[in-house]
């Protein structure tokens, strides 16, 4: 740990990490004031999080994994907006929404989380309780069907889950804002963050980042 004796004001304390942007918090000291601070909290993460490397193929930018079920972010109360750039898989069969991508939010265990899955066609939400899926909404993709790839955000607060999409990374689409509430229900950032490819199911995605929230 670092000590530092600085005079009565507000200052702003910038941390910067090994997945890039910087990540910043405001303070006030007051006379005889002593304040902690934990800055590995502030600093954006990326895939090293998911463990090895190893277990991913890499081609040009892109990493892809096959099968594995289950495939957790470690970052515990992971509140803020996570973000990737997500290749779309394509089907040849036109009565077909084609291959779903699937990522899960507040993940407990395999009986409880909430389930996302996307495809061509259609963006679907669920939240399983118990093993049992309930409150299901579905929704028109916003993905133009010659696009071979997407930008996907992600933001989690405890009583909030948006997802936005983008064709570029700069211009962002709200495709689904659910205002869940946390009254007699797991708050949405106990649980983790991560990928679900039951089977063969395969996922390739690049620049990767989870950028947490700044408590103030």
């Known amino acids: 740990p670092k000590r530092l004796s600085v005079p009565i004001g507000a200052y702003s304390v910038a941390a ?7 990540s910043s918090l405001n303070i006030t000291l007051g006379a005889g004031e ?8 502030l600093l954006p993460t990326g895939m090293e999080l998911f463990g090895p490397l190893a277990r991913w ?14 495939m957790l972010y470690e970052r515990e109360r992971p509140l803020g907006r996570i973000s ?11 009565f ?14 395999r009986a409880n989380y909430v389930l996302i899955e996307v495809d ?10 118990d093993g049992r899926s309930r409150d299901v909404v579905r929704k028109p993709n916003v ?9 996907i955000s992600v933001s989690v607060r405890d009583e909030q889950l948006v997802h936005q999409i983008s064709r570029n990374g700069q211009e962002w689409k709200v495709i689904d804002n659910w205002e869940r509430g946390t009254a007699g229900r797991r708050p949405l950032g106990e649980g983790k963050f991560g990928f679900y490819m039951p089977g063969d199911d395969e996922i390739a995605l690049s620049d990767f980042i989870f950028q947490p929230l700044t408590e103030r």
């Open 16 to 22: 910067r990490g090994t997945a890039g942007g910087p």
């Open 34 to 41: 002593t304040r902690t601070l934990d800055l590995r909290k």
């Open 57 to 70: 193929t890499k081609k040009d930018n892109w990493l892809s994994r096959r099968g594995g079920g289950f």
């Open 84 to 94: 990737f750039t997500l290749r779309v898989p394509h089907s040849r069969n036109p």
């Open 96 to 109: 077909s929404g084609g291959p779903k991508t699937r990522w899960v939010v507040n993940y407990v265990d």
């Open 120 to 129: 061509e066609k259609n963006f679907q939400r669920s939240e399983v309780v």
């Open 143 to 151: 993905i133009p069907e010659d696009d071979q790839f997407a930008y």
